[in-house]
């Protein structure tokens, strides 16, 4: 008889597989369960950043876009409930030292009676004047001069955060 490759085969051959039986099964660690843990998305807050508001020359008060600007600086005193801040003003480079400390000093005051006409608390804010003595920008032009008529807000540590920071 001559088999063709192409013929079916006759007969199929069953085939068990059967696993050995172990004496001594000791030695044998079962496989760890690993469950997969799939943390739930959990959407990340928005970071509120507290953000400067500027000034027009030999102003202090507050225009309606930097108004719009501490409304949304508000927004981080509802996020960090008992917060202080520092309001620093700050003027450009013309004028004298003592015309420019209180001017400064004016657009830190206006800065914090904005927030606080928004429910800040007044205990949480403190107000600072830089005169010209901190520049934003050192250059000396219409652009730099512009950027440094600033109220800045710098978020304070109380002492009770410092000393648990210290352990």
């Known amino acids: 008889m001559v ?3 192409d013929d079916p085969p ?5 085939t068990k597989v059967t696993a050995p039986a172990l004496k001594d099964a000791s030695c044998e660690k079962p496989e760890p369960v690993v469950e997969k843990v799939v943390p739930k998305a959990v959407a990340p807050r928005p970071a509120v950043v507290l953000m400067d508001i500027y000034f ?23 996020a960090n409930p008992g917060k202080k801040v520092r309001i ?33 608390s007044p205990e949480l804010l403190e107000t600072v004047s830089y005169g010209k003595e901190k520049p934003f ?31």
């Open 10 to 14: 006759k007969f199929v051959a069953e």
């Open 3 to 5: 088999l063709r490759y």
């Open 56 to 78: 027009a020359f030999d102003k202090y008060n507050i225009r309606p876009k930097d108004a719009a600007i501490l409304r949304k600086n508000y927004e981080w005193f509802k």
């Open 137 to 167: 920008d050192p250059r000396h032009n219409q652009e730099a001069w512009a950027r440094n008529r600033r109220a800045h807000f710098v978020p304070i540590q109380d002492e009770d955060e410092i000393r648990d920071d210290s352990r």
């Open 88 to 120: 620093e003003g700050h003027c450009d480079e013309r004028g004298t030292v003592e015309y420019n400390l209180a001017l400064g000093q004016k657009r830190a005051d206006s800065a914090k009676a904005f927030l606080v006409s928004l429910g800040v």
